[in-house]
Nanobody, 114 residues
Framework: QVQLVESGGGLVQAGGSLRLSCVAS????????MGWFRQAPGKQRELVAV???????NYADSVKGRFTISKDNAKNMVRLQMNSLKPEDTAVYYC????????WGQGTQVTVSS
């Protein structure tokens, strides 16, 4: 069984930065995809950024140029560096892993004040 444990998040002023980290424990296949989704109040969960085991990335248009996703395959860890944060980035951020099946973290709150 795979568990995703997130860290980071919190409260920051607009223009600030935060970094999210997620570690996958348990049996996870090497050819996996990991990343982050987010869900704001009253909205559907949406993709933020994902990265494959070979380093291919995909970003939501709204975060391109501001967020950077990175991965440490040896540690099964994925990080999301978030810069130039905006109030509209406020949401619960969920770690995601696809390894034969889909796994989700418990979510971490990111709040950006104006």
């Amino acid at each position: 069984q795979v568990q995703l444990v997130e860290s980071g998040g919190g409260l920051v002023q607009a223009g600030g930065s935060l970094r999210l980290s997620c570690v996958a424990s348990g049996s996870i296949f090497s050819d996996n995809v990991m990343g982050w989704f987010r869900q704001a109040p009253g909205k559907q969960r949406e993709l933020v950024a994902v990265i494959s085991s070979v380093g291919s990335t995909n970003y939501a248009d709204s975060v391109k140029g501001r967020f950077t996703i990175s991965k440490d395959n040896a540690k099964n860890m994925v990080r999301l560096q978030m810069n130039s944060l905006k109030p509209e980035d406020t949401a619960v951020y969920y770690c995601y892993a696809l390894s034969r099946t889909t796994y989700w973290g418990q979510g971490t709150q990111v709040t950006v004040s104006s």
